[in-house]
């Protein structure tokens, strides 16, 4: 471990939230918060239907909340998840790789 990633890993407000390592060719990451969001699937299905491109892509969908969020809001969350996971296992020939992420009852450290 270099000096950097000793220095991060000391310093990081949260713990490791993907514990595999993505493949060496992958090229695109795409990052997307999502809070309140059940509907989150219209983008995954926008997202499927792109030019598959010469290199490994990985979506990471994270599913968060301020604090203080509304009951409705974090129920909405749930169903974030749930449609997320499903629509994963409905679509196994998707080009990239699904990450869903819940860090809504997580606290900084």
Not at 61 to 85: F, H, M, Q, Y
């Amino acid at each position: 471990m270099g000096f950097a990633s000793a220095y991060l890993e000391k310093r990081a407000l949260f713990p490791e939230l993907i514990k595999e390592a993505p493949p060496e060719n992958t090229g695109i990451i795409v990052v997307v918060p999502s809070f309140n969001e059940p509907d989150i699937t219209d983008l995954l299905d926008s997202l499927v239907l792109c030019e598959e491109p010469a290199c490994r892509v990985e979506v990471i969908v994270i599913v968060n909340a301020p604090a203080g969020a509304s009951a409705e809001s974090l129920i909405n969350n749930r169903k974030s998840i749930l449609n997320t996971e499903t629509w994963r296992q409905e679509h196994p020939e998707r080009f990239f790789k699904l990450f869903i992420i819940d860090v809504t009852s997580e606290k900084p450290g």
